[in-house]
């Protein structure tokens, strides 16, 4: 008997720019505000890699190419019956500017050296974790192709 259970997808961009890593903060639940990387769920027709490139434009104003992939994970709701599966990209920027203005997406988006990220109130630390990745694989990310879209529709 198979298993059911709903899966919700999400990217997210690791950034690097002359030594520094960009970061949005966000409003959180307890009305203050938190930094994290720029990320999102993944939309319907839409692969990882895209959702990553708009996620980082929406949230932070800033366009990047995918250099290709630092890892995953896969989260179990506590009751079983949802997972997240997350794709998280290294990214280079290729346009766009710094956000400054709060919208719905992010209140704003800075870059930041990896010693001043550890002072920042973080959404989560894995903020610090995905950097330390990005850093030991020094800029070596694994191939695009280990998560490219193989549907056969055009996004």
């Known amino acids: 008997m198979r298993a ?12 690097r720019e002359n030594d520094k890593y960009l970061l949005v903060e966000e409003r959180v639940p307890d009305g203050e505000t938190a930094w994290y990387l720029p990320a999102g769920s993944v939309k319907s027709a839409e ?3 895209k959702a990553a490139v708009r996620e980082t434009q929406e949230e932070a104003g800033i366009l990047i190419e995918p250099l290709g992939l630092l890892g995953g994970d ?9 997972t997240k599966i ?3 990209f290294l990214g280079k920027v290729v346009g766009g500017s710094l956000k400054t203005s709060p919208d719905e997406e992010s209140v704003r988006a800075a870059w930041f050296r990896p010693d001043e990220i550890q002072k920042l109130r973080l ?3 894995e903020v610090i974790e995905w950097i330390e990745v990005a850093e030991k694989l020094k800029g070596s990310p694994l191939p695009l192709l280990t998560c490219y879209n193989r549907s056969r529709r055009s996004p």
């Open 123 to 125: 959404r989560d630390d």
């Open 74 to 82: 896969q989260v179990v709701a506590e009751d079983g019956q949802t």
């Open 86 to 88: 997350r794709m998280v």
């Open 4 to 15: 059911h259970f709903e899966a919700i997808l999400f990217s997210l961009a690791v950034v």
């Open 47 to 49: 692969d990882f890699q």
